[in-house]
């Protein structure tokens, strides 16, 4: 999938799944739970155990039926990996200059963890699509809204402190998308395989989405 196509969908689902899966079977039912919840937007980190095999069994599994990326992104080597895997978009939580020109260079979106306002006008200067806001707890939504002053045409996705009782707050600062890890899906919950209960959480955080964009 092209990667402009590729952002239009992440625009349009507005939610990015941050999996940091125990182990290979329990992440992969875990996001088989969070599609049954109406979340097709899945990014599997690398510090998830088997982060490959994972990507390679969801990509086989459900092909164009998600976005599915790979995250926590640390060296340049790791981008080629998850080409090769059938990976639509790559995220990293930091900028190293080596993985930034790796990551624009692969044809994949790309998304990049930057925080002030000089690391994100760098980061997006040297060809990055996304820019990733992280931790987004620091600042919050009224940080996002701070930055659409000055950088009303680069994407921002904040992630880190989103869950359901500020969602919308995000949306109306001006994010293109969120990310949203243990709020969404709690590793205490993929532990004890509560399927149901993630589930319903993803079921709340879709209609929330669904509300505030209408």
Do not use: H
């Not at 990509?59 to 926590?72: A, D, F, P, Q, S």
């Not at 090769?84 to 790309?110: H, I, K, R, T, W």
């Not at 997006?124 to 930055?147: H, N, Q, T």
């Amino acid at each position: 999938m092209e990667k402009e196509k590729v952002l239009n969908r992440i625009k349009d689902l507005g939610l990015l799944a941050v999996i940091r899966g125990p182990n290979e079977e329990l992440t992969i039912k875990a996001v088989d739970a969070l599609i049954a919840g109406g979340v097709f937007g899945i990014e599997i980190t690398f510090s998830t155990p088997n982060a490959y095999k994972v990507v390679e069994i969801l990509e086989k599994k459900y092909g164009r039926e998600i976005v599915l990326g790979m995250g926590t992104l640390t060296k340049a080597e790791q981008v080629e990996r998850a080409i090769d895997l059938g990976a639509q978009f790559v995220v990293s939580p930091m900028y190293e200059e080596n993985l930034c020109d790796a990551m624009v260079n692969s044809g994949l979106l790309s998304m990049m963890g930057s925080f002030t306002p000089t690391e994100i006008f760098r980061t997006f200067s040297r060809g990055v699509d996304v820019i990733k806001i992280f931790p987004g707890s620091l600042g919050g939504p009224d940080y996002i809204r701070d930055l659409r002053g000055p950088f009303p045409d680069i994407p921002i996705m904040p992630t880190g402190g989103v869950n359901k009782e500020n969602v919308k707050d995000w949306f109306k600062a001006g994010a293109l998308a969120v990310g949203a890890g243990s709020n969404l899906c709690p590793k205490e919950l993929v532990i004890q395989q509560k399927w149901i209960e993630i589930t319903e959480i993803a079921k709340d955080f879709s209609e929330i989405l669904k509300k505030v964009r209408g």
